[in-house]
């Protein structure tokens, strides 16, 4: 996660300035929750890869979470705070993680949010077409809970809510790249594998580089349905290298992404029908022959999810993304690179068992892709000690036919972790 | 399934000529009583707010505590309906929210917001048996059940404590969660003060019992109503020995809440005043 941005910086500010208001002054109530937590993870393959944070560890963390709420009677407006103190035994590191600061204010059917704020659009199960909000992929991989599979924006939320139609408008000044895994824990598929010489071009925090957001949604028919439109970049960095044919330098590049998507989620056979899809413009390789940017392509989700039995729930989703110029893509690339397919598809099945009284819960998670013929299993154990103390045995399992494809790469990444949580 | 078998020896004996018009007036009258009991139990006020505190509560009395707002809106009385709930307690649930439309005619449609990822999901409501956040109690048991599914029959009238009840024994009409239920029914303000659930074996399953009954004052002048609340109640398993235990605080009825309060606007940021 990237530093404290200056716009949350004045935030804070604002937020602990005292004076900041005649009505503000006495009437604010500041509620103060957290938890502490230990995330435990380690590889189960006996392999540690090369890089500086190369451990038989994935994750030695312990976090202390700090979740302030403070309101008055006197506006209809709250402020929120959570913050984590993170040591982190792996790369032997204290650091400060905002999680998030805002911001809420009320005015009619109007909702505002200004601050650091979690973002979630869609309706897919841990696939993701228009939720272009950054995610943290470590996390996901290595046994974070999953609260930190999201990472905050930096931006201002309004929300309109009307009996005809709902919509929603984020403005997102500042990027934030997802969090993707490094070499320096993963073992990973680098086409570049042998440049050391590694750079990221973040975008400027500017007027023009600001990222747009709108959601329009209304019921219709007993589904919920939700129209998107996105103008920003690409979350997942493409690679740019100084020259193609003897690479001394690699650049993470984040291009310019237009996302255009419908979504729609309901009653039907028994179940909860869910259908997503989206098309990704990439606006700076419209050909698709550049190969530092990704090309343009349509993502498509179907998702069903039903209660088989008390306590037991099924989900299952089919997912594909379909390239835009494969031929393009297949041209530009060069001899020894990974090839990914004209269509990815993955196949998710997610099981949920809840025992004695809802303290236990027993879960898998699967994502299977037919077209790479590789997958990731989740499966997780949780017990609730008591109300306040809570631990979760859980796996990630990596594998496939090949290690170049986007889960059989983390193959020597496997890995069991362990969460303890205490909410105080 | 011997209640059943008992129940149609009675109607076989009854089955003469004016013992069956006798059979429909006893029928139609338990009917009555149960719709009653339903609006009073169920439907009391145009809405309802109130905060509940859950205590579930293990054989070796062990503890584990939900504390949760809950609002209720009356689409039309004994007709459809909205809830609401939030969660205060415990912690790794704080802010969640929750809500149901619930129909009469068809499934219900529930969603979920998780704050901690932004995330508002249907979720699959075809099991209205199953338990409400782990509780003795079934979604079934929150939110009531359809008067027509089951048919129904004063068994008795008799004294429960204090109170005078009508005594019904209800069969479902269609396979359910239980296969007999019998409710002690105040016959002055017919709140349900003790109801016995069977099992498909016919054994004693799960009993319900009001154990504190409050009268909530709503209005003013004209308009000034009573609503005999529950404000206590437990539901026993006493095949496990487990128990919840609920008391009801705060409750207030006929608040004026609108339909668009059930929305997900609210789901995502309740008024103030709804949860402090």
């Known amino acids: ?424 | 399934m011997k209640p059943l078998l008992t129940r149609l020896a009675a109607i076989l004996l009854f089955a003469g000529a004016g013992a069956i018009q006798f059979g429909h007036a006893l029928g139609a009258s338990a009917d009555e009583i149960m719709t009653r009991s339903q609006r009073a139990f169920h439907y009391a006020g145009s809405d309802a707010k109130g905060r509940l505190t859950m205590e579930l509560i293990d054989r070796g009395g062990g503890k584990r505590v939900r504390v949760l707002t809950m609002l209720r809106r009356n689409q039309e009385d004994g007709g459809d309906q909205k809830y609401f709930i939030y969660f205060h307690e415990p912690g790794d649930v704080r802010r969640l929210t929750f809500m149901v439309w619930k129909y009469l005619a068809r499934e219900d449609d529930r969603w979920i917001f998780v704050p901690a990822v932004d995330l508002i999901r249907r979720i699959a409501a075809e099991d209205k048996y199953a338990s409400f956040v782990g509780s003795d109690f079934t979604y079934e048991d929150v939110s009531g059940r359809d008067v027509a599914e089951d048919t129904h029959t004063v068994v008795r009238e008799e004294r429960l404590g204090e109170r005078d009840t009508f005594v019904i024994e209800s069969l479902p009409r269609a396979p359910s969660a239980f296969s007999m239920r019998i409710s002690w029914i105040d016959s002055e303000n017919f709140l349900p003060l003790k109801e016995e659930f069977y099992d498909a074996q016919g054994e004693l399953h799960r009993v319900f019992t009001a154990d504190k009954v409050e009268d909530i004052a709503a209005g003013e002048g004209r308009e000034a109503r009573v609503y005999p609340t529950a404000t206590k109640r437990t539901m026993k398993n006493v095949k496990t020995g487990h128990r919840t235990e609920v008391s009801v605080n705060a409750v207030t009825y006929d608040l004026g809440l609108e339909d668009d309060d059930f929305a997900e606007r609210r789901m995502r940021r309740p008024p103030s005043d709804w949860i402090r």
């Open chain 1, 1 to 424: 996660m990237r530093p404290l941005s200056p716009l949350i910086a004045a935030l804070l500010v604002l937020l602990s300035t005292p004076s900041l208001g005649m009505e503000f002054d006495k009437d604010w109530v500041i509620d103060v929750r957290g938890f502490a937590l230990g995330n435990f993870s380690g590889r189960t393959t006996g392999h540690v890869p090369a890089g500086p944070d190369g451990r038989a560890f994935i994750l030695g963390e312990e976090r202390v979470r700090l979740d302030l709420t403070g309101w008055t009677d006197a506006v209809d407006a709250q402020i929120r705070i959570k913050l984590d103190g993170v040591h982190d035994a792996v790369a032997d590191d204290f650091e400060a993680e905002l999680r998030e600061a805002y911001l809420d204010y009320t005015a009619g059917d109007l909702d505002f949010r200004l601050g650091r704020q979690i973002a979630t659009w869609g309706v897919g199960d841990l696939l993701f077409l228009n939720d272009v909000f950054p995610k943290d992929w470590v996390s996901l991989f290595s046994g974070r809970p999953l609260e930190y599979l999201k990472i905050g924006v930096d931006g201002l939320r309004a929300r309109y809510s009307t009996d005809f139609l709902n919509a929603e408008l984020l403005a997102i000044p500042r990027f934030e790249p997802d969090t993707v895994p490094s070499g320096k824990r993963f073992f990973l598929q680098d086409n570049y594998a042998s440049v050391t010489d590694r750079r990221e071009d973040l975008p400027d925090t500017t007027l023009g580089n600001t990222e747009v957001g709108l959601r329009l949604y209304r019921g219709i028919g007993g589904f919920d349905v939700s129209a998107y439109g996105y103008r920003g970049r690409w979350r997942s960095p493409g690679q740019r290298a100084d020259n193609s044919e003897n690479p001394a330098r690699v650049t993470a590049i984040y291009p310019p992404l237009s996302v255009y998507g419908l979504s729609a989620q309901g009653h039907a056979a028994g179940g909860v029908l869910s259908f997503e899809g989206s098309y990704y413009d990439s606006r700076d390789d419209r050909g698709g022959s550049d190969l530092a940017v990704p090309n343009s392509q349509t993502r498509f989700l179907v998702g069903y999810q039903k209660q088989l039995w008390p306590e037991f729930t099924l989900g299952a989703q089919y997912y594909v993304e379909v390239m835009d110029d494969f031929d393009a893509y297949k041209r530009s690339l060069p001899a020894g690179f990974a090839r990914t397919a004209k269509y990815w598809d993955i196949v998710t099945v997610r099981l949920t068992q809840f025992l004695g009284h809802q303290t236990w819960k027993l879960s898998l998670f699967a994502y299977y892709s037919p077209a790479d013929n590789d997958y990731l299993l989740q499966p997780q154990l949780s017990y609730k000690v008591s109300d306040d103390l809570s631990v979760a045995l859980g796996g990630n399992v990596f594998g496939g036919e090949k290690r170049t494809t986007f889960f059989g790469q983390f193959d020597q990444d496997d890995n069991a972790y362990l969460n303890l949580r205490y909410d105080f």
